[in-house]
């Protein structure tokens, strides 16, 4: 059959080529990355012909902005992208008078992003919009670091797998000038309590604030929600000034975020409801007796620990935007795996974990993103290269 399918289109090169997908690969593959590669390159392909078929006037795949892994950036890029960061929350807010009464912590520019995030919190996890609202909300993010602070490129992404064993030592976060700020000062615990969650954790390698490098200095205004092992604020959207703390944590990352845990996801789950589900470690897709897992999406966030592990308030954590960018670039390859079946698939309510029980929600509805923008249509969401986006991963 795909013999059939390859000669097929040797003999009518106009024809649509068809969609690739492997599925089996050597477990060595798997856990060192080339298997993840693999996928990423057919799911490029896959997508490129999508986009030809599409052929919509807007986006061009030919044209469209690239992403890249952090560390394909030159040092100047790294350097380039954690600037606009800053110069972005180094701007002045402009929300109203009236907004700020219920906003009272908003104090930068950047903060609009924090608030929104944490007062939509309830309804763009562990639901139907989770994916495609933070597919919007960085893009929103990436498009305000072009616009407003003059950053020329794109948001780079985080691939978890090449940090897995040893996130302490990773480049992003070894606190020179062109890395994401070290990791928070060490913090002398084995164990953290996680209130929220009703969950003892494994402590990392930090704990306390970011000593070196780019974020050594920054202002948390908001937080902490639930955060791993701190008290939560009264108001969720008070202003209660803070340092950045990270927490880095090898046993959260080797068991979580490794290869073979982004590989096994997508190799795993032909539906949507599973892919997000076990994405999530939501329990109505977690098979009680199975080791715990965080799933990809919460491993990434307790991988750097401290904000970012405060799931409501983790976009005040700059690897906020790297971490969902990978996470954006996963569903992109699963999505691209098999554009016909799942590119417009979505399932679920609007609610977190469908509590409390909510509608079933529809690809014709309007999601909410607060101060960032406009309501945007969920259909508009499903395609990196259609709607109000142009870019793809490499
Ligand atoms: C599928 O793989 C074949 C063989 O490697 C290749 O010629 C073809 O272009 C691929 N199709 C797509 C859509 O990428
Ligand atoms: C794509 O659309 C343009 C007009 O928008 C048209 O000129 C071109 O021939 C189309 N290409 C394909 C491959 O259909
Ligand atoms: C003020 O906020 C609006 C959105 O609420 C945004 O479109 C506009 O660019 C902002 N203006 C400035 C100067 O930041
Ligand atoms: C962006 O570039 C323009 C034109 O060079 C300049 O006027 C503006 O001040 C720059 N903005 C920032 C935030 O650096
Ligand atoms: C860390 O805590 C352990 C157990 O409480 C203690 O034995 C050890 O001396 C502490 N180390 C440091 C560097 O504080
Ligand atoms: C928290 O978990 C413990 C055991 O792990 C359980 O006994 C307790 O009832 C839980 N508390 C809540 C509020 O769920
Ligand atoms: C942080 O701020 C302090 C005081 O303003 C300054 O001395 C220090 O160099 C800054 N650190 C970094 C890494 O920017
Ligand atoms: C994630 O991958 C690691 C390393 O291969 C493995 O030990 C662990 O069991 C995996 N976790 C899950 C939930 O599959
Ligand atoms: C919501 O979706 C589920 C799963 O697709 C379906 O079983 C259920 O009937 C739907 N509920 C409503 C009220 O449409
Ligand atoms: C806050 O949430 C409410 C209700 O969930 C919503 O109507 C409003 O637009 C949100 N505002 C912002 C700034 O996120
Ligand atoms: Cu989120």
Redo the contacts with the bound molecule.
């Keep these: 059959m795909i013999r059939w399918l390859i000669l097929a289109c040797l003999a009518w090169p106009g024809a649509l080529a068809a969609y690739n997908q492997s599925t089996e690969f050597p477990q060595a593959d798997i856990d060192s990355g080339a298997a993840l590669k693999t996928l990423a390159d057919q799911a490029l392909g896959n997508i490129k012909q999508e986009s030809r078929n599409l052929n919509t006037s807007t986006c061009r795949f030919e044209t469209a902005q690239v992403r890249r892994e952090w560390r394909d950036l030159s040092l100047d890029s790294r350097k380039e992208f954690t600037d606009a960061v800053q110069c972005l929350q180094n701007r002045p807010t402009n929300i109203s008078a009236e907004a700020k009464k219920t906003f009272p912590g908003v104090q930068t520019r950047y903060d609009e992003f924090v608030?929104?995030h944490i007062?939509?919190t309830e309804?763009i996890h562990v639901n139907a919009d989770f994916l495609a609202w933070h597919r919007y909300f960085i893009y929103t993010f990436e498009k305000a670091l072009r616009e407003e602070c003059n950053y020329s490129s794109t948001l780079p992404y985080w691939e978890w797998g090449y940090d897995a064993e040893k996130p302490q030592d990773s480049v992003l976060f070894n606190g020179d000038a062109y890395s994401m700020g070290s990791n928070g000062e060490a913090w002398n615990r084995t164990t953290i309590f996680w209130a929220s969650q009703n969950m003892t954790i494994p402590a990392g390698t930090g704990g306390g604030c970011v000593s070196a490098g780019p974020f050594a200095n920054l202002t948390v205004n908001m937080g902490p929600i639930n955060a791993p092992g701190e008290q939560p604020v009264d108001y969720k959207l008070e202003y209660n000034p803070r340092c950045l703390q990270r927490d880095v944590n090898p046993t959260v990352s080797g068991t979580s975020v490794a290869f073979r845990n982004s590989t096994e996801l997508i190799l795993s789950y032909e539906t949507i409801d599973w892919f997000q589900g076990v994405m999530q470690a939501d329990k109505r897709f977690t098979d009680p007796d199975a080791p715990r897992s965080f799933g990809v999406h919460g491993g990434g966030h307790l991988t750097v620990g401290g904000v970012l592990a405060d799931i409501d308030t983790s976009p005040a954590e700059p690897m906020f935007w790297i971490h969902h960018a990978q996470i954006d670039r996963i569903w992109t390859i699963w999505q691209g795996l098999d554009p016909a079946k799942r590119r417009n698939a979505i399932w679920g309510t609007h609610t977190r974990a469908d509590m409390p029980p909510s509608a079933n929600m529809t690809l014709d509805e309007m999601l909410?993103f607060?101060?960032i923008s406009t309501p945007r249509e969920f259909a508009t969401l499903m395609n990196p290269l259609a709607g109000p986006f142009c870019y793809y991963y490499e």
Excluded: E, P, R, V
């Design positions: 608030a929104t007062n939509l309804y909410d607060g101060f």
